[in-house]
């Protein structure tokens, strides 16, 4: 169903490069549930987000479903399958 291969995602900020998620590799079985947990600025959030597509990965291989993101056609279907809900849900 979510499958990660080597994912990363970086930003750059005034020629200053921040590694949010660094070479990351999971999958996670239809009908298994999976918890996310680290420190304050280890990245959870934005691994979610590349998750959901809210971010691109800046490299790396990211399946939802048996597809790469980058083939997805019909996002609406997708997002009929999953669901994100944030913490602060007015700080999105």
């Known amino acids: 169903m979510i499958q990660l291969e080597n994912i990363c995602k ?16 999971f999958s996670v079985a239809p009908n298994e549930r999976v918890g996310i947990a680290g420190g304050s600025g280890s990245g959870k959030s934005t691994l979610l ?9 800046t490299s790396g291989t990211l399946r939802l479903f048996g597809e790469e993101i980058h083939s997805i056609q019909n ?4 997002y009929r399958s999953m669901q994100m809900m944030f913490q602060n849900p007015l700080a999105v």
């Open 10 to 25: 970086q930003y750059t900020n005034h020629n200053h490069t921040i590694h949010a998620v660094d070479n990351v590799s």
């Open 49 to 57: 987000r590349l998750i959901a597509m809210l971010e691109k990965p």
């Open 75 to 78: 996002h609406t279907e997708i």
